[in-house]
């Protein structure tokens, strides 16, 4: 039996599966005490499937239950809650300034998660965590990734929950405090991500439209990345979660099939960089568990 309690805090549907399946389902594997956290429905997603085209938002959003459900069932995942019950949040969406910068959409839904209020937000989370009582902790970093309002929205609300929820004089209603021992932030695999597009680049696949990709924004600095949980046998594991939102996903587009293409490198796995709390163990090379180094009770 572990007593390794891990909270996963994603924006949408989808991002579970394509950022952190392997993690998911190794820690369920483990044995491992596994919750996500959804702040909204993806409502806003764009729809690659033709025959939907004529789903309202709503509609999406009900959808994406589902094939979340799914993806959850490939991934050993039983735990999840959507920040605030379902459709509390809506689906914020984006928009692009120029090509690569992504930008808040001019117009929002009155409950975009955008505009939510921040200490409500973190309240809905400072419940969460004070139940489950995760030792770690993982979200997105300060932009989100790639930018998205809902992922930036996400880091916010997670980092200010974090700190909540370890405060006694904090809104005791809402459960014992908790200190959570490390919050990481999921990024790019970069060294990964340089090698695949050199391979992409090979078969001749297109990825984005318009311009290269300057490397630069392709990840954190390596040194920066702390650890490293590897894919190897949870390859099939990743495919199907992601599979599972076909409304978002086409896992035969280039861009996926490049996704595939990185999970399969040597030593490919998801990325974590270090947030806050307690510093994992110096090393030369990243940790394969996001737990080293802490005290397990
Ligand atoms: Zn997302």
Same mark, same amino acid.
């Given at each position: 039996?572990s007593?390794? %309690?891990? $909270?996963?805090? &994603? ?11 392997? @993690? ?10 596994? *919750?996500?956290?959804?702040c ?9 499937v ?23 069932? &490939?991934?050993?995942?039983?735990? &999840? ?10 689906? *914020? ?32 989370l ?11 902790v993982? @979200?997105?970093?300060p ?12 880091? %916010?609300v997670?980092?200010? #929950? ?5 405060? %006694? ?8 405090? /908790?200190?959570?021992?490390?919050? $990481?932030?999921?990024? &790019?695999?970069?060294?990964? /991500? ?13 990825? /984005? ?29 990743? %495919?199907? #979660? ?13 861009? /996926? ?9 040597p030593?490919?796995?998801?990325a ?26």
């Amino acid at each position: 039996m572990s007593h390794k %309690r891990l $909270l996963l805090v &994603h924006a949408h549907p989808d991002d579970e599966s394509s950022q952190s399946a392997a @993690t998911i389902a190794r820690y369920a594997d483990e044995g491992a005490q596994v *919750t996500l956290v959804t702040c909204t429905l993806g409502e806003r997603g764009e729809i690659l499937v033709p025959e939907w085209n004529h789903y309202s938002e709503k509609e999406l959003g009900e959808h994406r239950i589902a094939e979340l459900q799914q993806a959850m069932d &490939h991934m050993g995942l039983t735990d &999840h809650m959507f920040l605030g019950g379902v459709g509390h949040y809506h689906d *914020t969406g984006m928009d692009r300034a120029e090509y690569g910068t992504v930008i808040v959409p001019p117009d929002m839904p009155d409950n975009a998660f955008w505009n939510a209020d921040l200490l409500e937000a973190a309240n809905f989370l400072v419940e969460i965590i004070r139940s489950r009582r995760p030792q770690v902790v993982s @979200t997105y970093n300060p932009f989100g990734g790639y930018g998205h309002p809902d992922h930036v929205q996400a880091h %916010r609300v997670t980092m200010y #929950a974090v700190i909540l929820a370890g405060a %006694r004089s904090h809104a005791p209603e809402l459960g014992e405090a /908790w200190s959570v021992d490390r919050v $990481l932030w999921g990024t &790019h695999n970069t060294g990964m /991500w340089k090698q695949a597009l050199s391979i992409a680049k090979e078969r001749g696949l297109k990825l /984005w439209d318009g311009e290269e990709r300057d490397e630069d924004t392709l990840g954190p600095k390596e040194e920066y990345i702390e650890a490293v949980v590897p894919i190897g046998e949870y390859y099939d594991v990743c %495919r199907a #979660a992601l599979g599972s939102h076909p409304s978002q996903v086409n896992i035969e587009d280039p861009f /996926w099939e490049f996704h595939g293409i990185i999970q399969q490198l040597p030593g490919a796995g998801e990325a974590y960089v270090f947030g806050s709390g307690v510093p994992f163990p110096a090393s030369d090379e990243p940790h394969e568990d996001l737990f080293i180094g802490l005290n397990l009770d």
